[in-house]
């Protein structure tokens, strides 16, 4: 009897012994996987913030090397190579070109524009950190105009698209530098890449280009610009900060008055351009040539002229005629600059 009360006795103990096993080693199995996996997830946020470094990095040593080569090779060509500083506005992607449809700037308001002399609101200290190569550019403007020689601003909205890389390439055969406000298409890293790179300006164009996402309400709009600037910043390592009005600032179609959605820009340190010679190619089919013709008709009437073109793919009159005008402009010797912090902003009259 007191034997069967032993054994059971250490037959409890025993699975006492083996419970207690079981549970290290469950411990254990949970440990070993659960460890590599907390490993992972630290290493992952990590790179993550590593990479966002690198960008950061990256982008200062590009702007280092650009602000060098500006010191270096600015001899006044005239195609403004060389002059786009760190500060300049860089922008967009995105990732289908239906928005274009919606995106149009109607030429009309060409003739109602002004160049302001007291509307850059914008502090140009707070954006340009090379104060000797802004004074640099503002001279060799100053000196063009004062020379009777015309000095354009090529500007191309509503990229990037298929046709974007294609026309970086015309520009850098003929060593002239463009901006180019984009919009948030994805699928076109390398172009918008190549733009800042290649010393273009990236600027801001809206997220969508869809009006009633865009003007919606001031929240809505700041949304627009902060989603835009987020993505080109992770493309690129730019934060672009110079803008446009999908439309102009002119455009009729916004709920509210214009001027509450231009407070937002001021108080946010962006600065907005519209434009002072209209290509055309935002409204019907035109030749190759009329595009041609619109530009440098409008060049003719402007001491100063920011031309608007666009940079989608089924433009392709525009991307034909991009030559030619660069040619022209040329033989005038025109003064061919990308817009910077420093650009006196072209504004259109607001009714
Ligand atoms: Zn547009």
Redesign the pocket.
Known sequence: MSEDKTDHCEERQRRKRINLYKRIIIIVIVAIILLPTLLCIILFCRLNSLQKDFSELRAYIEASERTAQAGTSSKGTGQGAGLNMENDGRVPVKDNDTADST?D?TPQESADVNVSDTENTHETESVTDDNETSGNTQQLIEQAVEQGRKVVYLTF??GPGDNTENLLDVLDEYGVKATFFVNGHHGYETALNRIVMEGHTLAL?TYT?EYESVYGSVASFAEEIITLQDYLTDVTGFRPYIFRF?GGSSNSGTPLPITEYIDYLNENNLIYFDWNVSSGDGGGDLSAQQVHDNVLNGVASNDISVVLMHDATYRMTTFEAVPMIIESLQDMDALILPITADTKPVHHHIN
């Open positions: 995106t700037e909205d509503d164009h280009h999908p």
